[in-house]
C-alpha cells in the first residue's frame, strides 16, 4: 500500500457501491488478513472476478476504481470471462483512468484532485507527468471513447447504463 493514498472505508465503499451498482457490479469486501481475489496487482489492490470488485479495507481508492473502471469499458464477452486480467488496449485504459476521475469527481468529499495526487503517488506514470495534466491536456481521446460507448454525455457528465 502506497501511504497517504485515499483507502476504501466502510463509508467510501457505501458511496462507491452506489456509484458501480447501476453498471452491474458488486462491491465484496475480503479479510484483512486474506488475498483479494483477482487482485492483478495483489498485495491490497482491487481484484476483479466477473461483475464482483474485491477489495479490504486497505484497498486504495483509485486502485477499486480503477478495476470498476475497466469493467464498464470492456465489451459482454471479455466480462464474461474476466478474472483478474481485465485486458484492454491503450485506447480503453486512458478511457479507463479518465473515468475513474470523473467517478472521483462524483464521490463526496473525495473529487478529482484528490484522486490524481494519489494515482500519481502511486506511480501512474503520464506524458505529462502528472494525472491532473493529463487529465486538463491531453485526455480528450479518452472522453471521446467514453462517449461513443454511452458512459459519458458531451458535457462529460456520467450516464448510467
Given at each position: 500500500m502506497t501511504p497517504g493514498v485515499t483507502l476504501l472505508d466502510p463509508v467510501l465503499r457505501a458511496a462507491v457501491q452506489a456509484l458501480l451498482a447501476p453498471w452491474g457490479l458488486t462491491l465484496a469486501v475480503a479479510?484483512?488478513?486474506s488475498e483479494i481475489p483477482g487482485s492483478y496487482w495483489g498485495d491490497s489492490e482491487a481484484g476483479l472476478v466477473g461483475s464482483?470488485?474485491?477489495v479490504r479495507d486497505d484497498t486504495p481508492l483509485h486502485s477499486a476504481l480503477h478495476e470498476a473502471a475497466h469493467y464498464?469499458?470492456?465489451d459482454a464477452p471479455r466480462r464474461a470471462t474476466l478474472l483478474r486480467d481485465a485486458g484492454g488496449d491503450h485506447a480503453e485504459e486512458n478511457a479507463v483512468c479518465c473515468l475513474q476521475i470523473l467517478w472521483a469527481a462524483a464521490l463526496p468529499g473525495i473529487g478529482?484532485?484528490?484522486l490524481m495526487a494519489d494515482m500519481d503517488a502511486w506511480g501512474y506514470t503520464f506524458r505529462l507527468g502528472s494525472?491532473?495534466?493529463w487529465f486538463k491536456?491531453?485526455?480528450d481521446d479518452a472522453?471521446?471513447?467514453?462517449r461513443a460507448r454511452g458512459v459519458i454525455d458531451a458535457g462529460d457528465r456520467?450516464?448510467?447504463?
Open positions: 479479510g484483512a488478513a464482483t470488485l474485491w464498464v469499458c470492456m478529482a484532485e484528490r494525472a491532473r495534466a491536456h491531453e485526455s472522453r471521446a471513447w467514453l456520467l450516464l448510467t447504463p
